[in-house]
């Protein structure tokens, strides 16, 4: 049995969790004030995920970059791969809001979105 100590990052609370985990399968979580904690603690000890928030390159726009954000959170493995690709391309003006940047990202389904115009 594994057990692993956690702070939610849900909500600005930070409640500190403890977790335990038994052949990859989370058995308990106290510590949450709420059910969001018990999620978050499964999620981040089986297949933890981020948000992804960078800036991509623009061609030919008001700005030298538009700021993006993944449609969904990323696997955390594959953050450091999906910020080198979105760190080596170039987007052509004009870009609206929600437009998608990057269709389904490193092969993980997500859609890297538009958070700007330019
Ligand atoms: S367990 Fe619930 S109350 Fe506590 S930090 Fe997470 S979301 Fe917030």
Redesign the pocket.
Known sequence: MEVRELT?V??P???QMTASIDNGVVVSVTG???P??KK?AETECTHPVRPLTTTVKVNGGKHPVVPVKSAAPVPKEKMFECMDVLNNITVDAPIKIGDVIVDDICGTGIQIVATNID
């Open positions: 939610c849900a909500c609370m930070g409640c949450n004030t709420c969001r904690g978050y």
